[in-house]
């Protein structure tokens, strides 16, 4: 072929519509079904359950949104050079220690009734995610309701206790065996939100573990903002999720609280 001819071909190849183009560089030149992080984060979770060949080691699991299921992520694929939690989550829970090897249900924009949902029985038409029988963990680690902040029912901080209460009804129902570890919601960058939501919130969920012997409150907060109260932006990779440090300092919390058999 001539070198008129070689330049003609590949022209057209970038020309002609439906042709592939095999020197593609940018994500951006190759079709792609729009799948956002949550819903394939969600899909793995169902496939792992339905899937996985036993679950009876697994002695922790951790209900929430993102800021539990970042623990998965190690590189922050939204923010360039900064990162989040899987190293330390395989480190301490991914099963080197088989009394603290840990299931994790987070799953990030998760709101508190969307996590009802995915309690919710399958034969009840929800997605069963506590269903199966040989999951039998001895704690189970709720944090959830910050995202319940954001476009809110009014008022903010009831509204996120009962849902949160309604979690636990449905935790207790479905694995009546287990001890429940209400965490205290983060520190956000906003101080209007800290007072008028997160700490009021936190107060509920210590008040309401209190009056359980099958509960436990773990509060985070003190160890998240510095001396004058405001959020430590070294333990976080923005306003909202934990850094790599932070999620250190965080598991540092839970394997005390372990420890000392909360």
């Known amino acids: 072929m001539t070198m008129r001819l070689r330049l003609g071909a590949a022209l057209l190849a970038l020309t002609v519509p439906g042709t592939v183009q095999a020197q593609a560089r940018f994500q951006a ?5 729009r799948v956002d992080y949550w819903q394939k984060r969600a899909a793995d979770i169902g496939r792992e359950l339905a899937t996985a060949p036993e679950l009876k080691s697994v002695r922790l699991v951790f209900i929430g949104d993102s800021i539990t299921d970042f623990w998965h992520l190690d590189a922050n694929p939204w923010m360039p050079g900064r990162y989040c939690g899987k190293s330390v989550w395989d ?10 090897r840990a299931l994790n249900l987070g799953v990030s924009g998760d709101r508190i009734e969307h996590v009802l949902h995915r309690l919710l029985p399958a034969a009840e038409g ?3 995610w506590l269903d199966r029988a040989d999951l039998q963990p001895q704690v189970i680690f709720v944090m959830l309701g910050i995202n319940n902040s954001f476009d809110a029912e009014a008022p903010a901080a009831t509204s996120i206790e009962r849902g949160i209460t309604a979690v636990v009804a449905r935790i207790r129902e479905r694995k009546p065996g287990a001890r429940i570890v209400l965490q205290s919601l983060l520190p956000t960058d906003d101080e209007a939100k800290n007072r008028d939501v997160v700490r009021p919130v936190n107060q509920a969920l210590q008040a309401m573990a209190a009056r359980s012997a099958t509960m436990a409150y773990l509060d985070l907060y003190p160890d998240f903002v510095d001396a004058q109260g405001r959020q430590r932006r070294d333990l976080f990779n923005d306003g909202l999720h934990p850094s790599r440090d932070g999620y ?3 598991r540092d919390r ?6 000392q058999k909360l």
Do not use: I, K
């Open 254 to 259: 839970l394997l005390a609280s372990l420890n």
């Open 248 to 250: 250190r300092v965080w």
């Open 126 to 128: 929800g997605e069963g």
């Open 91 to 100: 480190e301490s829970f991914g099963g080197a220690v088989p009394a603290h």
């Open 29 to 33: 030149e190759q079709p792609t079904a």
